[in-house]
Nanobody
């Protein structure tokens, strides 16, 4: 069982930056592939970034590639999402997710554990 708690959301102007954190419980954090998803009102939950347990492999959709960076600190059981050059369309609730799969996963249905979400609002 893994419990995830996100933090770091807030209100930022377009062009600004935020860093989200996801703290995980458990002693086997380094074995989990971690990801960030987001969900805007009235829209499906959307994949944002993923990182393998070692941190060596990451993946981003085109919508955030070059602006967002996912990272992890296995000694602190924490995953991060650095978001730069934010746009109003990045406004959403951002969720951290974990899966025991060793390879990168890009769909929400492959993730077993979820945090409660943190709101990110980007004003124009």
């Amino acid at each position: 069982q893994v419990e995830l708690v996100e933090s770091g959301g807030g209100l930022v102007q377009a062009g600004g930056s935020l860093r989200l954190s996801c703290a995980a419980s458990g002693r086997t954090f380094s074995t989990y592939t971690m990801a960030w998803f987001r969900q805007a009102p009235g829209k499906e939950r959307e994949f944002v970034a993923a990182i393998t347990g070692s941190g060596r492999n990451t993946y981003y959709p085109n919508s955030v590639k070059g602006r967002f960076t996912i990272s992890r600190d296995n000694a602190k059981n924490t995953t991060y999402l650095q978001m730069n050059s934010l746009k109003p369309e990045d406004t959403a609730v951002y969720y951290c997710a974990a899966t025991g799969a060793s390879r990168l996963q890009f769909t929400r249905y492959n993730y077993d554990y979820w945090g409660q979400g943190t709101q990110v609002t980007v004003s124009s």
